[in-house]
């Protein structure tokens, strides 16, 4: 009893009851802060991912210098979710922490000094910011987050001048502090210069297949159906990409399903109703993709030059699967500076290039189809 009093903790006397355990509360959930647990359900294939993460940015030991990890790939592929999971597993190792969600949308809605204050609050739990010029944030930043080993979590930026415009830099981090940016666009991280930089896969087979039964059966093992056998169509046409897959299985998923009960029974006397709305679904998709899919991707083709752009189009509808010099050299005769237009399609996560071919997720196609009318 006499080492328990001398313990640390709240004075409660003469003050209301609820007052103090909502501090508690709060105390307690700050400490904890899981904040991405909740969204499990979706992270399939993730933690491969996660502890590969763990290897490239050396959490531990944690004397080692700052570091800084870029997350790199195409709209929709689960950027944010894997950073999401990936620091919710290691913030409670710093001494402060914050994740800024949507970086770029924030520069929109107001500038540099709004993701700066989000950053002291969070992290340091700065207060009345408002009151500060710009000029005074950035010395708050350097002064005070040089003390503090911390963790940066930077999502969606997609221009450097975002990032040079914080005034963050790892010289002004405290030692073992980290940062991690997400980003469509790989020239943005050797920009900065990011220690190492991690490219998000596509889901093999087998994680899009487990991901896309969640979605459009809730099941990890569905019951035979007819809808089974459309299912290699359709991860066919997601082709690994977890946001395609997301979609249309969400869409999917109990269209039409009255007695079901009695669907396994019926099948040889009843036309399969279920079965026959997927098909439909599919062939539309073929024709006109799934808008929330491709809004995602037209983000990235908006943010091209129009030089990119006709390069992009031209891909998609002539040159998938081509030699990567075969095509420079025709583009080249067109007068669209293929030399510098095909590398930033790569580094925008718009191509791929293997073997010395360029290839482009069919979701991309699809979106050329609905861009070029209108180009």
Known sequence: MTRLANSAGWDVRDKPEFTEIDKIIQKVIKKLDHRFSGSADDLVGMQPCVEELEQVLKINPKDEDVQVLGIWGMGGIGKTSLASVFYDKISYLFDAHCFIEDVSRSYRDGSAIAVQRQILRRTLEEQDLDKYSPSEIAGIIRNRLSSKEVLILLDNVDEIEQLEQLAITPKLLGRGSRMIITTRDEHILKSYGVDAIHKVS????HDASELFFRKAFRSDCPSSST?????????????????????????????????WRDYLERLKKYPDRNASQWRDYLERLKKYPDRKVTDVLQISFEALQKEDKEIFL??????????????????????LHP?????????????????????????????????????
Do not use: W
């Open 202 to 205: 596509l889901l093999n087979s």
């Open 227 to 259: 809808c089974m056998e459309l299912t290699p169509s359709i991860l066919e046409y997601a082709n690994g990409l977890p946001l395609a897959i997301k979609v249309l299985g969400s869409f999917l998923y109990n269209r039409n399903a009255s007695q």
């Open 314 to 335: 031209h891909i998609a509808c002539f040159f998938r699967g081509e030699r990567e010099e075969y095509v420079k050299r025709i583009l080249d005769v067109c007068g």
């Open 339 to 375: 030399h510098i237009g095909v590398p930033v399609l790569k580094e925008r996560a718009l191509i791929d290039i293997k073997n010395q071919e360029i290839h482009m997720h069919d979701c991309k196609k699809l979106v050329s189809g609905i861009l070029v009318a209108h180009f």
